[in-house]
């Protein structure tokens, strides 16, 4: 079955701790990974993809296929940096995205 | 340029009553999908258009969800005899098919809450 898991619907660090937000998935085939974001009030927006292999506002992203994870890391938070993070899959070459459960991020100062 | 744009943006509704939701995608996004985000169910696809081809329905989650895209551009989202357990943020994206990375930019969403 396809699935995309987030474990932890909350974390909640200071301002310049490292975070790091777990992702792992089940797919049979080759998938591709994205984090998705969604700042209060604003549209779900593409982070990054695994594909691009490119660091985003000091997010990283390593696709790891022996363990099917795909952790999102920054290794110094920011109060910006408060927001729902989505990981999400697909088949590749487009089609449906299929989403974890979703992690809220909260950077305190 | 205009991103993917969906009316209403918010929709109040009786049980039992029909509700249409309206996406317009980004100018020459050939494809377009429907997701829906609730509380308990997190982000769900619903459907999938792409081109002429035959749409991905596998999302809906009964036969009182249908949609349309006409003429490869709008796409209306018709939920019938609408239910409680139909209350959620209703999320449209395009992507242009044949583009290297063919990301999905989402639209801001409908929020429909059912009484």
């Known amino acids: 079955a396809q699935r995309v898991t987030q474990p932890e619907k909350l974390l909640s660090v200071f301002k310049g701790a490292p975070v790091e937000l777990k992702c792992n998935y089940s797919?049979?085939?080759?998938?591709?990974l994205f984090w998705y974001v969604q700042y209060s009030r604003q549209r779900l927006q593409l982070l990054l993809r695994?594909?691009s292999r490119e660091s985003i506002k000091g997010f990283t992203a390593d696709l790891n296929k022996g363990e099917t994870s795909f952790h999102l890391k920054k290794p110094f938070a920011q109060e910006e940096d408060s927001a729902m993070y989505y990981c999400?899959?697909?088949?590749?070459?487009?089609?449906?995205?299929?989403f974890g459960q979703g992690t809220e991020l909260s950077v305190k100062p | 340029g205009a991103g993917v744009s969906q009316s209403p943006s918010n929709k109040v509704t009786e049980k039992g009553k029909d509700v249409e939701l309206r996406c317009d995608p980004i100018?020459?996004?050939?494809?377009l999908y429907w997701y829906r985000q609730s509380l308990g169910q997190g982000l769900e696809f619903l459907i999938y258009?792409?081109?002429?081809?035959?749409?991905?329905k596998s999302g809906l989650p009964s036969d009182r969800f249908s949609a349309e895209r006409t003429g490869g551009s709008v796409s209306t989202l018709t939920i019938q005899r609408t239910q409680q357990e139909d209350s959620a943020v209703y999320l449209c994206?395009?992507?242009?098919?044949?583009?290297?990375?063919?990301?999905?930019?989402f639209g801001p969403g409908t929020r429909l809450l059912v009484l």
């Open positions: 797919y049979s085939g080759s998938p591709e």
């Open positions: 994206a395009s992507s242009l098919v044949g583009d290297r990375e063919e990301t999905q930019y």
């Open positions: 999400a899959l697909t088949g590749g070459q487009g089609g449906k995205l299929i």
């Open positions: 258009f792409q081109g002429n081809s035959a749409p991905d």
């Open positions: 695994h594909i």
């Open positions: 100018s020459g996004h050939t494809a």
